[in-house]
């Protein structure tokens, strides 16, 4: 337990859906990340919230969307997706550092997305 | 890139044996971590070492960190068969806030 919990594990999809995977963490952190993982790929980094706001969104497409309501949730809510997203989405925590000094992060165990 | 790159891709040794992934990179940085995965889990953090640091024990697991040639290893001693996972390090752009990873090491290791 790591105290970041992801929900759903398992997700599966039409392309014509919308859903959403939702991250909690209880670890008093006050920074949050989206990563994608995909087969044979390096951990994508999607978006970055800072204190509930985005610090970073590495060119990800529209058809995701965060949302960080507090320091404590986040959510990418996705809608028209594509086959090629489908993969494991990490979620992570950590303390806030400055522009180049970020320790360690928490993940969670994922929500692995699968698009028909 | 920022992202870290590991050595080898895969790697299958015994149990009992030593297992060394080694990692570049490409620009200065702050620090440098290591995570594991478990296949279909998430990453847990290994070992956090700091730019002016050049080696660092926990555990079963040593790290070092060679700034000027950019590059780290970390190398676990006396592996088990729990040990089989994927390898990641992580660095952090001196400009960004997030990690980047590599592709990561996967390391088997049979009894």
Redesign the interface.
């Known amino acids: 337990e790591t105290g970041v919990t992801q929900t759903p594990r398992h997700l599966v999809m039409g392309m014509t859906n919308k859903k959403s995977l939702k991250c909690e963490q209880h670890l008093g952190h006050n920074a949050m990340y989206w990563y994608k993982q995909s087969a044979k790929k390096p951990l994508e980094l999607m978006f970055v919230y800072n204190f509930k706001e985005q610090t970073e969104n590495n060119s990800v497409p529209s058809r995701f969307s965060p949302e960080c309501p507090n320091s404590s949730h986040l959510f990418l809510h996705l809608h028209t997706l594509q086959p090629e997203d489908s993969a494991l989405y990490l979620c992570a925590s950590s303390q806030p550092g400055g522009r180049g000094d970020t320790g360690e992060l928490f993940f969670g165990e994922g929500s692995r997305l699968t698009v028909l | 890139s920022q992202?870290g790159e590991e050595d080898p891709q895969a790697l299958s040794i015994q149990e009992g044996e030593n297992a060394t992934m080694n990692c570049s990179y490409k620009t200065s940085?702050?620090?440098l971590?290591w995570?594991r995965q478990n296949s279909?889990?998430?990453?847990?953090?290994l070992i956090?070492i700091r730019s002016n640091e050049r080696e660092k024990h926990s555990g079963r697991l040593r790290v070092t960190l060679d700034t000027s040639k950019k590059s780290s290893s970390l190398l676990i001693t006396a592996s088990r068969a729990a040990d089989t996972a994927s390898y990641?390090c992580?660095t952090?752009?001196?400009?960004?806030?997030?990690?980047?990873?590599?592709?990561?090491t996967s390391l088997l290791v049979t009894p």
């Open positions: 992202q940085i702050n620090n971590q995570y279909g889990r998430g990453l847990v953090h956090l990641f992580a952090v752009p001196n400009s960004g806030y997030a990690l980047n990873f590599g592709k990561g």
